[in-house]
């Protein structure tokens, strides 16, 4: 393997493996590396929304290998579960997947189109030189590139390297607990139909969050994530989710954690950054905070924003102007993700807990706007009054 690439990406997920496949397809020389041997999990509920199926064909034609099932809306419960506020479409609104399905069927098509792939092999160092960036890796070996993508997570080495971004303060860090658990097809039929729909519990334990339910195949997704009060306890709070899901018959008894996930999320932390590009070095992803202020949902933006990178990096090999036009990708990732993933404002997020949850289980109208805006990003707007 020769040591030069016209762009080396560091991390293998969705937004690393989408734009390995965008460049690789316009016959850029492209080097994919990630620390972990495929396939591999993460912490990560599995959902991946109709607009990414919408925006990236080629996921819809590889469907039965990368997802689990479709679901067709979502139903808000209120925090003791009594009440129920129920959306639905008549197609799917979304796809509940394995992460060690889904990225590896990622990285899977991203290698047909052409890339190169080291996996089990993290990086070391990493160092910008007149023309290109020079990096080592784990086990010694030294590439070069003339563009690097940042794609290696919310704790990105990449990021920390180049002091692009230490750590997230404080305001953009979510926790969440999250496990699939096992189960069979007959008894995820039978406890949410043949058309299944999600369940999200805001404000469960009075969490600046909310609980989650996702009906999978073989597995039943439960989860919660949020911001943590003084004295909550994230690993409380999913335990006591898992004891009143089935206590109201919302989650079969014999479906026991046993290997629940905690992580940190960087919701909305793309917008705590001033840019996402030093030199001849982009971050998409988790390593740059696109997660969606609103769900935490991180797939979606990530592939979007990794769609960006690789226009730009096209752009810029075109025109020879490489330093110059990849600062263009923080404008663009704005005008395709804006809206998705604007955080409400402070005021907004008052009123939203004070007047649209309340209303949820008694106004089909604003139920509807809530659904619409936590599956596909709409804007909330409450009036006025």
């Known amino acids: 393997m020769s040591d030069k690439f016209d762009v080396a990406i560091i991390g293998a997920g969705p937004a690393g493996s989408t734009a390995a496949r965008l460049l690789a397809e316009k016959g850029y020389r492209i080097l994919l590396v990630d620390k972990a041997t495929f396939?591999?999990?993460?912490?990560?509920?599995?959902?991946?929304?109709?607009?990414?199926?919408?925006?990236?064909?080629?996921?819809?034609?590889?469907?039965?290998?990368?997802?689990?099932?479709?679901?067709y809306g979502l139903t808000f419960l209120s925090p003791d579960l009594l009440r129920r506020a129920l959306y639905q479409e008549n197609k799917p609104v979304g796809y509940l997947a394995l992460r060690s399905r889904f990225d590896d069927g990622l990285r899977r098509i991203a290698l047909e189109a052409g890339v190169e792939f080291i996996e089990g092999n993290g990086l070391l160092k990493m160092e910008e030189e007149q023309d290109a960036v020079r990096f080592t890796l784990q086990r010694g070996d030294t590439y070069r590139a003339s563009v690097v993508i940042g794609a290696d997570g919310a704790h990105s080495r990449v990021a920390r390297l180049l002091s692009m971004r230490r750590c997230w303060q404080k305001q953009w860090r979510v926790v969440c607990a999250n496990e699939d658990l096992p189960s069979s097809p007959q008894r995820v039929l039978s406890f949410y139909g043949e058309k299944p729909c999600?369940?999200?519990?805001?404000?469960?334990?009075?969490?600046?969050?909310?609980?989650?339910?996702?009906?999978?195949?073989?597995?039943?997704?439960?989860?919660?994530g949020g911001f943590l009060k003084k004295g909550q306890s994230i690993k409380r709070l999913y335990f006591q989710l898992i004891r009143a899901l089935q206590e109201n018959g919302l989650l079969p008894e014999e479906s026991i954690p046993q290997s629940v996930s905690y992580a940190i999320d960087p919701v909305g932390g793309v917008y705590s950054q001033r840019s996402l590009v030093k030199g001849r070095v982009l971050l998409v992803g988790d390593a740059a905070g696109f997660v969606s202020s609103l769900t935490g949902e991180g797939i979606y933006p990530a592939m979007v924003s990794a769609q960006c990178a690789a226009e730009v990096i096209d752009s810029a090999f075109r025109r020879g102007t490489i330093t110059e036009k990849l600062t263009e990708f923080n404008l663009q990732w704005s005008k395709a993700l804006g809206n998705y993933l604007k955080p409400p404002s402070s005021q907004l997020r008052k009123r939203l807990a004070l007047k649209l949850l309340p209303l949820l289980f008694k106004s089909r109208y604003f139920s509807r706007i809530a659904a619409r805006a936590y599956l596909y990003g709409k804007n909330i707007t409450l009036g006025s009054n």
């Open 39 to 71: 396939p591999r999990d993460k912490i990560c509920a599995g959902w991946v929304n109709r607009l990414a199926v919408e925006r990236f064909p080629y996921l819809q034609e590889s469907l039965d290998t990368l997802m689990e099932t479709p679901f």
């Open 198 to 224: 999600i369940y999200v519990i805001p404000k469960f334990g009075d969490l600046t969050g909310y609980g989650w339910v996702f009906p999978k195949k073989h597995h039943i997704c439960v989860g919660i």
